[in-house]
């Protein structure tokens, strides 16, 4: 258990204007840029939209905009994190953080994961929808023998993601709704993230993270694939490469962390209000632009 944790976002949270009030981010976006390639600050302050929901563009954003977002931590006076995690791209935000991976490696992986990830939504018609109401068992339930399709995200009780190839995901959703589900909602996504559809962006991603340093964080970082605070490099690089078709433990991670306090940093305030559903008595405080 801690009493403090740093939380990051993941996908889905981003919109144009992100970061532009933050004094950090300019720099940031900066060095960003010169990596990419591409002018990533244009991209998150004017947009347009369409742009910057390409996940090879979001993706590297996201790390920036939650690195920035530190800044205001800093300036605050935030007390310091004892331990760290982030929602499914988020992880690699929060390992920035902890020092396991370089601000620069964070940003090329990212981008990678994002082309990689783009090329399997292409490939194969697929994407994601959210079981509101069902509990895990069930929402198993759902999924088995439906085809290639799985649970992609436990984000808190009742709060459930499926993602799988674009059929068997329909058979899935229907069957939730037999087994009592409230919602079965559509996410507005490119594809399958965390599922089986995302096999080729896995293998694609270890090569890149073989070639990568991770280093030992100073703070441990909970691993979505097991929910575990992980300081081994070596383990480290296990988590990030299978985390892409995984299910993202994030109501196991939060419990097994057990904070009383946490920060998240990033757009949306969707952590925030998953936090409250796993554990009404911790603090929250979000921090997606320069006032907290």
Not at 82 to 93: N, P, Q, R, V
Not at 261 to 270: A, I, N
Request: some cysteine; aromatic content about 6%.
């Amino acid at each position: 258990m801690v009493n403090v944790a740093y939380l990051f976002a993941g996908q889905g949270a981003q919109a144009v204007g992100m970061g532009k009030d933050l004094p950090a981010a300019r720099p940031l976006f900066d060095r960003a840029s010169a990596i990419l390639g591409f002018d990533l600050a244009k991209v998150c302050f004017e947009g347009p939209a369409e742009e910057l929901n390409r996940t090879d563009r979001c993706q590297p954003a996201l790390l920036v905009h939650g690195i920035a977002c530190l800044e205001v931590a800093k300036a605050k006076g935030f007390p310091e994190a004892e331990a760290a995690a982030g929602l499914s791209l988020g992880e690699y935000t929060a390992h920035v953080f902890a020092g396991s991976l370089t601000f620069e490696d964070g940003v090329r992986l990212l981008q990678k994961r994002g082309a990689y990830m783009q090329e399997c939504c292409d490939a194969t018609p697929s994407g994601m929808i959210s079981i509101l109401g069902l509990d895990r068992d069930k929402v198993a339930q759902a999924v088995e023998g439906q085809g290639d399709v799985g649970i992609a995200n436990l984000n808190a009780p009742g709060n459930i993601v499926i993602s799988g190839e674009a059929k068997a995901l329909e058979r899935a959703a229907a069957k939730a709704k037999e087994l009592g589900a409230k919602r079965a909602i559509p996410l507005k996504v490119a594809g399958a993230y965390h599922s089986v559809v995302m096999k080729g962006a896995q293998e694609k991603m270890k090569a890149e993270l073989a070639a990568v340093k991770i280093s030992r964080p100073r703070i441990p970082v909970y691993a979505n694939v097991n929910a575990k605070p992980l300081t081994d490099p070596e383990e480290i690089r296990a988590a990030l490469a299978s985390q892409i078709c995984a299910s993202v433990l994030w109501e196991d991670s939060m419990r097994a962390m057990g904070a009383s306090k946490v920060f998240e940093f990033g757009p949306g305030r969707v952590l925030a209000g998953l936090m409250r559903k796993i554990d009404e008595k911790a603090e929250v405080v979000s921090v997606e632009g320069a006032q907290p």
